[in-house]
Structures are given as structure tokens and as C-alpha cells.
T-cell receptor, first 111, second 112 residues
């Protein structure tokens, strides 16, 4: 099956700092999503971005499908950004019926 | 007006019991999923369900069975619970196989 690798696995930031999270995937995809799992365990949709660039406030994401990676940018980080960020992809080939998740990047933003 | 809702949020039960987790979505989606998140936070697909087509992850024990009374609901039944079934279970839905998926708040199952 498709492989999804996220880096870094852990990240500690001072409040106000910027960061870039990376997601590499091993095959062609027709769906790529970024999620934030907050400390209460909720999975919050950040971006649906199988290709291109999107921005939402302090967050933006870019997916370069031909090179099989996606980046999530967090600017001016806040303590509420803490949690685990997951990238999930759906292989575009036949017989694929679900999102495959990476292992996540655990972000801790300290005041 | 929660989009994907699961009940219960917490479930503590003894080994050997049978339990169910309910999932409902009000997004008009036709595809629903169950995922399991283990203690290391890894999310793994258990079932995908679309228009009565059920796709089962081959690693899921047959003690687990999804049941869909209609397009808006996909419940998860678990028989003969084992300690290793302790995890957080997430329901999700999407429109077709490719569009954006939305997740419920999760059900934390603890087997004692």
C-alpha cells in the first residue's frame, strides 16, 4: 500500500515562531488532507489539498503531487496550535477506498 | 448541529462483553468509515462503506462488524471484547471515495 511519512516527528516552538511540517507519500494520490488533533483528541480538518496551495489565516498548505509531497506552514504560532498534525492521503489507483495516515508531527508551542 | 457524531464518547467494559458504538452524519454523505487510533496515535482504517459496498481491512478480527441501517448511520459492533481492543475509535464520512472526509469526536474504549 501507499506509504506516508511525516517530518519532523516532534517539534517544540516558542510562541510567535513559524514552522513547516512535511508529508511525503510514495505513490500518486487523488486526495490529501491535513488534520490537527487537539489535546482533547478531536480531529479537525485543516486543508483538503490534493494539489496546489491554500491559505486559511495563519495556516497555509502546498501540495506538489508530481513530486509526492505536501507542506503545512504555521506562522506566528500560538499555544492553541499545540497537538498532533496528521497528513492523510488516498491512493489514486484502483482498489483504494480510504485515507492512509502518516504517523503525525507532535507540535508543542510554549509561551 | 454536529456533522459527524459518535456515541458514546467513553466506554469502559469488561473482557468478553459485546458492545456497540453508534455513528451518525448529517452531511448528506454516502460513504462512511471506521478508524482505530492506537496508543501511539497511529490511525488505521478498519472499514469503508459506500452504497452497501463494504470494504474490510484484512487485519480486522471478525469480532468487529459494521452495520449500516441507512446512509446516515454506520454502527460498529464488537463481540467478545479483548484487552487489546482498547483504543480510540473514529467514525468518518465523505461524499464518494475521493472527497474531503470529516471525522467524529472519537469513542475511547477501555477494556478491563
Amino acid at each position: 500500500g501507499i506509504q506516508v511519512e511525516q517530518s519532523p516527528p516532534d517539534l517544540i516552538l516558542q510562541e510567535g515562531a513559524n514552522s513547516t511540517l512535511r508529508c511525503n507519500f510514495s505513490d500518486s494520490v487523488n486526495n490529501l488532507q491535513w488534520f490537527h488533533q487537539n489535546p482533547w483528541g478531536q480531529l479537525i480538518n485543516l486543508f483538503y489539498i490534493p494539489s496546489g496551495t491554500k491559505q486559511n489565516g495563519r495556516l497555509s498548505a502546498t501540495t506538489v503531487a508530481t513530486e509526492r509531497y505536501s507542506l503545512l506552514y504555521i506562522s506566528s504560532s500560538q499555544t492553541t496550535d499545540s497537538g498532533v498534525y496528521f497528513c492523510a492521503v488516498k491512493y489514486s489507483g484502483a482498489g483504494s477506498y480510504q485515507l492512509t495516515f502518516g504517523k503525525g508531527t507532535k507540535l508543542s508551542v510554549i509561551p | 448541529d454536529t456533522a459527524v457524531s459518535q456515541t458514546p464518547k467513553y466506554l469502559v467494559t469488561q473482557m468478553g462483553n459485546d458492545k456497540s458504538i453508534k455513528c451518525e452524519q448529517n452531511l448528506g454523505h454516502d460513504t462512511m468509515y471506521w478508524y482505530k487510533q492506537d496508543s501511539k496515535k497511529f490511525l488505521k482504517i478498519m472499514f469503508s462503506y459506500n452504497n452497501k459496498e463494504l470494504i474490510i481491512n484484512e487485519t480486522v478480527p471478525n469480532r468487529f462488524s459494521p452495520k449500516s441501517p441507512d446512509k446516515a448511520h454506520l454502527n460498529l459492533h464488537i463481540n467478545s471484547l479483548e484487552l487489546g481492543d482498547s483504543a480510540v475509535y473514529f467514525c468518518a464520512s465523505s461524499l464518494g471515495w475521493v472527497t474531503e472526509a470529516f471525522f467524529g469526536q472519537g469513542t475511547r474504549l477501555t477494556v478491563v
